[in-house]
């Protein structure tokens, strides 16, 4: 089974994010369950979402303590909460930042990944300038890192999930997959 925890703030469609990458992998033929968290979010707060991903079916529903993978859509999270918490030794850390992985100071124990999905975003005139929607072109990025799904299967969820500006999210998730490293 492979867990992946999203950490992101209210407003960013961090439980979104986890909803597509679902859809996306149940697409594939994999079972995938997302799980929200839900309390006091408000626009602007630090929210989470999960993601379990196995060949067979799944039936636990709780929260993730340790994950194998940890996605970050704010990078200012990085700083004030410990994302890499529980996270599983060379688990994998995909953050939006336009700064290069090396900057960040995590334990050698992990993989570190950046994409800069928030100018991905505002070029794809996602969300505004000042609270850019990221959910969909960090999820281009997650797909070709972790190889967890195929960016046709991506593509088709975001064009089924996004209400607004289906395609606009599509060519976000598209041109992050492209320039991932991965």
Sequence with gaps: MIEIRFHGRGGQGVV???KIL???ILKDGKYCLAIPEFGVERRGAPVYAFAR????EIFLRSRIYEPDHVVVLDPVLVYSIDVTSGLKKNGTIVINSEKSPEEFSFSNDFRVYTIDATGIAVKWKLG???SP???TAILGAVAKILGITK???LIASIKESVPTKPEENAMA???AYEIAKG
């Design 53 to 56: 991903i196995d060949d067979k």
């Design 133 to 135: 929607i990221v959910n």
């Design 16 to 18: 979104v994010a986890a």
């Design 128 to 130: 505004t300038r000042a």
């Design 151 to 153: 960016i046709e299967s």
């Design 173 to 175: 998730a598209k041109e």
């Design 22 to 24: 679902a859809d996306s």
